[in-house]
Structures are given as C-alpha cells and as structure tokens.
C-alpha cells in the first residue's frame, strides 16, 4: 500500500473513533409509545437511558402493568453507534406480563439524539406499536 493511501486510511480509523468517542456518555430523556387496544388503559411515558461507550450502546427502562400504575420489569438492549452518529437499539423483554423485541434507530445531533421505531409482541397476543425517544446527553 502506498504510503500516502496508508496515511489516509490512518486518519480516517481516528477520525472515526473520536467521532465515537466524542459521543460517549449518558442521555437520559423520554420513550412515548401509544396504548395497545383493548390491552392497556394509556400511553405508554417513561424513563429512558441510554449509555454510550466508543461504537457501543446499551439502553434501559421501565416497564409499567397495564394500566400503567406500576413498575413491573424492565426493557433493556443494547446497540451501536456509527462514525456518523447513527445509532441503532435492539433489546425487549420476556416477562410475566408478556413479550417483545424492539427496535429503535436514529441520528445523534451533538448532545441530542431521536429515536422512533417498533415494539413488537409475541405474548399476550401478537401487536406492533410504534416508539419515539428523545434523549439529551447530561
């Protein structure tokens, strides 16, 4: 490889990871998804933090019962973060009050970022819901 391609390739790799590294931290924001008919009695308005660490991501919140009063369990997941700032969630749950797996994607915009994607279910009975997340690193 010729010394001048080498030395762009070198710089693209640190460009890449203080990108990355530029991102770290935590963001702590909100996760709003719509009621599930005939299933729960609200919206869904929680919590939602995310932890960010050079490429990697991982993300948790609560899980309320059905009629939204209560704690009942926890979705977390974990995810990646690109060179430009898009990052993606997968997790979910597998609980007593049911099932699903989630994913969420969007654009970090400095400290901000916006996700949306789907919740999907399996238990007790198959619905997909969409999600939207508003974070803020703090």
Known sequence: ???HAAAGTLAALVAM???AAAAD???QG???CAEIPSLTVAAVDVDFTMTVRGAAATYQRPILSYDGHQTVGQETGTGSVGADGSVVLQGGVNGS???FT???AGRLAGAHLDLSGT???TRPRQYERTCTISL???
Request: glycine share 16%; hydrophobic share 35%.
């Open 17 to 19: 990871g203080s990108c």
């Open 136 to 138: 803020d690193r703090g």
């Open 30 to 32: 909100r996760l709003r």
């Open 119 to 121: 919740a999907s279910f």
């Open 25 to 27: 931290g935590t963001y």
């Open 102 to 104: 989630a994913r969420y």
């Open 1 to 3: 490889m010729p010394l």
């Open 97 to 99: 009050l049911g099932a």
